[in-house]
Structure formats: structure tokens, C-alpha cells
Nanobody, 115 residues
Framework: QVQLVESGGGLMQPGGSLRLSCAASVSIFSIYSLAWYRQAPGKERELVAGINNSEDTVYADSVKGRFTISRDNAKNTVDLQMNNLKPEDTAVYYC?????????WGKGTLVTVSS
């Protein structure tokens, strides 16, 4: 069983920055891949960014150049640095991890981008 707990969401003005963090209950070295997804009101959940044990990364086209995913081995977290936020980034952001071929999800953290 793996628990993932997100933090760092909140209200930000357009153009601002936020950093999300996802803490894992097991060593992130043992988690094959970690990713951030988001779900906006009335929309399906979508992949935002992912990173695997080889540090390969993948990003949604809509966030390339603005968001950066990284693994912090010392803190045992996967972080999402979000810059130049736009109103369309408003969503609940979820952390996902694949461990022993099972997908685990956090409960999500709300990001609201509004002036």
C-alpha cells in the first residue's frame, strides 16, 4: 500500500507561480513512475507531467515551458513547479504513482488561477 499526499495548492493570480509537492509513504526510489494529473470542473482528468526512475519526463503540450516536474530524493517527494500560471490551469491536481504495477492516487490539491 502506498499513500500519496499532495500539498501546495491555492489561489494565484495569472502570471504567478506555485509549487506542488507530493509526499510518498514509501521510498520514491521504489516507485517506477510518478506523475501529476489535473481535473478541471466538467472535464476529464488529464496528464500534466510525469517522471520515471530514469528521470525521463513527459509534459502535456499545454504546460511545456511553464511547468517542471522533479523528484526530490532527500524529501522523498515529487514536485511540480508551475510558472506563468493561466486561468485555464485551474483544476484539482492529483499525484499518481505506479508501484508494483499498481496505480496509486492522492486525494488532490486545488489550484485556482484568477485575478
Amino acid at each position: 500500500q502506498v499513500q500519496l499526499v499532495e500539498s501546495g495548492g491555492g489561489l494565484m493570480q495569472p502570471g504567478g507561480s506555485l509549487r506542488l509537492s507530493c509526499a510518498a509513504s514509501v521510498s520514491i526510489f521504489s516507485i517506477y513512475s510518478l506523475a501529476w494529473y489535473r481535473q478541471a470542473p466538467g472535464k476529464e482528468r488529464e496528464l500534466v507531467a510525469g517522471i520515471n526512475n530514469s528521470e525521463d519526463t513527459v509534459y502535456a503540450d499545454s504546460v511545456k515551458g511553464r511547468f517542471t516536474i522533479s523528484r526530490d530524493n532527500a524529501k522523498n517527494t515529487v514536485d511540480l513547479q508551475m510558472n506563468n500560471l493561466k486561468p485555464e490551469d485551474t483544476a484539482v491536481y492529483y499525484c499518481q504513482g505506479i508501484y508494483a504495477d499498481i496505480h496509486y492516487w492522492g486525494k488532490g490539491t486545488l489550484v485556482t488561477v484568477s485575478s
